[in-house]
């Protein structure tokens, strides 16, 4: 026995079978075999607001520490919120974790290079302005 797709009773979407929530509009959906229906959250889930948190200290702080863990934890909350099992209100934060992640791992990355560079390169320095002057 298939199940059949849930109507948003705020905006009419269909919906998967198992969504709690409305990928369109974020409003709780509940199909009717459902016995009690659990409010929804009006807010972002935590995970969203996390991945949000360590993107920002993945920029100022922490680098590549805090972004990967902030790319992981953002793209499982969107796929969470695709199939409606997070509520929609952490889209955005989920979306902002991920790039501040990836721009903190990059940057990160590049300070290693960076450093790597220097410290190949800037003790040769010395040795080949010297010779000449």
Known sequence: MTEQNIQCPRCGHQNLPDSR??????AAV???????PVPPPQSASAKAIIALILGLLSIFMLGFIAGIPA??????EEDEIRRGASPVAGEMLAKLGFWLGLIGTVLS???????IFF???????????????
């Open 119 to 133: 410290l190949i390169f800037g003790l040769s320095f010395p040795i080949i302005f010297s010779c000449g002057f």
């Open 21 to 26: 929530f409305c990928n369109k509009c974020g």
């Open 71 to 76: 790319m992981i934890l953002a793209k499982n």
């Open 109 to 115: 990355g590049l300070t290693i290079l960076l450093l």
């Open 30 to 36: 509940v199909s009717d075999a459902a016995a009690a």
